[in-house]
């Protein structure tokens, strides 16, 4: 590899560093718990929508298992978000809401603790 080659690839991961850390300050958090369903055991994967509570608009539709930590890539900035679990077998589950501020949440991930559905008749 050449000088100019190295410069340059030094540069590009650079850039991508950048980039990746304002996008995740920015745009992005974790959030992890786990799902269980009272009496029975869970069939399959759940769906766990974030949902921007000023708006109820669904910023992403994420499939989790009986235990999960995810990664959510929002638009930046502070918003209020909440999560509705549904699993096969169960009724909907809506969380509390959540204040994100981006790079808060990613570095100390939100605990949505252990969420207990209840099984539908």
Same mark, same amino acid.
């Given at each position: ?11 590009? /991961? !650079? ?8 996008? +995740? @300050?920015? *745009? ?6 786990? &799902? ?26 994420? /499939? !989790? ?8 890539? +929002? @638009?930046? *900035? ?6 509705? &679990? ?36």
């Amino acid at each position: 590899m050449s000088k100019l080659e190295k410069i340059n690839f030094v540069a590009f /991961v !650079v850039t991508l560093c950048v980039v990746w850390g304002g996008c +995740v @300050a920015e *745009g992005a958090f974790r959030v992890h718990g786990s &799902i269980r369903l009272a009496g029975v055991p869970l069939r399959g994967n759940c769906h766990m929508k974030v949902v921007r509570a000023d708006t109820q608009e669904v910023a992403k539709d994420l /499939v !989790v298992g009986p235990a999960f930590q995810e990664t959510v890539v +929002v @638009a930046p *900035g502070s918003r209020d978000y909440y999560f509705m &679990i549904s699993c096969p077998g169960a009724e909907d589950s809506k969380t509390t809401t959540y204040s994100v501020t981006g790079a808060q949440q990613y570095e100390k991930p939100i605990d949505l603790g252990t969420i207990t559905l209840t099984p539908r008749p």
